[in-house]
């Protein structure tokens, strides 16, 4: 338990998942090296690691890889046990799973059609995006009540503040290309108050990509996609 | 509630796989529960209560609580009921089950499905998905992560049998309903050996129906869905189509 593992984390700059294993690493306190993928032209040492998904993030501990950022996260939090990043009872940790896979279930495929559609289509899938956020909030809110901290795991942040946390750089960028509203304190501000609690913490703020980094590339996808399907 | 706290209750539906998972591990551990036959098409007042945001099965209740999504009801009832453990004590290991968990549930699975509910090029497409994802197990039986091992879990079932062996048998069921090559032992002879040891097993011969059984419930389904126009499957069939993958 006591002598320090090798750990190597592949990933893309830009990928909110890559992000996540990052903020969970940093989190823990747990040094490791980074080796910046392209992903048009990915390496072979990648393809070996990941040879089902050929995606970042993978991370290799001791050189034995895990892949799906997810499935990281709660390696991480098992491997390096402070802080904790998931509840004690069996109860609230099956409350957490279940957000975590809503989130990605349910979050990403709006967010993706909202930054290739314009009119009703753009519309629709704003309205939907809301509505799950809606959901996400009531869900929180009635599992996990306010307890002794600023983040919904508590006094420090566990595997929902972090999710929910990477992904809101992407959010507000996703809002400013798009011209929409999406994440205000209004809608949801429980969870707007955990994400804002969550994203001032100086080790959040060295961490996540530089917001104009992020606004760049939603803007260049969101470019791509219009204009093709123009034709 | 008025059922003593420690009692268990699972709301499923017969023919659902991620029921039969959820069955299977209650019965692995040993543990008594009352089972309540959910029509997924309506769903009962109880399941809309209990699963307010999928309103599907698997739900289990448990000390006056709710838990659904069929993964994650195995991992609490595992983390509930500690003897004769379902998910392997290393971290490592457990990652490498989840891992292969969601790529049943998210490649797998669905490309079952989709064999069932299409037809012509589709179905053919389908069908090649299916092989890819199957030699990509095959691969990991054979010289990866589980070589060597009578299960998955090693030399007892564990949480990714459960997960995986818990609609395969939708394989055998489509091949014939379909008349498709889905699982050749010739192409797959380690998968298809770990298929046929797991359902051989006591428990899991008690939790999956018989096979006649599914035979009728898939021609029946597939029926009806060949019978609707070509105007999008109503969302039921669509459902009944993802949950027997």
Redesign the interface.
Known sequence: MGEAKQVKLYGFSLSPYCTLVHLALKLKGVAYEYVEEDLTNKSATLLQLN??HQKVPVLV?DG?P???S???L??ID??WAEPSFLPSD??S??RV??WV??FYQRMVPPSYAIIRSQGEELEKATKEFIEVLR?LEK?IMEDFPRKKGPFIHGSSPGLLDIIVGAGNPGTKAIEEVADVKLFTEEMTPQLYSYVHAFLSLDLVKNTVVPYDQVLEAIKERRMMALSSSKE | MDQPPSSVKLLGSWADSHTHRVQLALKLKGLEFEYQEEDFINPSPALLLHNP?YKKVPALLH?G?S???SV??L??ID??WTDNPIMPAD??E???T??WC??TDDKLAPAVGLVFSSSGEGQKAAVDQVHENLK?LERELKDGAFKGRRFFGGDKIGLLDIVLGCGSYWLAVFEEVMEVKLIDPESFPVFHAWLRDFEEQQEVKETIPAIDRLLEYARGIRQMMLSLSNSSSSSSINNAAASSG
């Open positions: 040879p089902v501990v034995k895990v892949a799906e997810r499935v990281i709660e390696y098992e491997t069996p109860y940790r099956a799973r279940f896979d809503f959901i869900g | 945001v000390g609580r838990i659904v999504e994650v009801i991992q609490y983390e509930t971290p490592f457990r990652a490498v989840r891992f969601h790529f990509l």
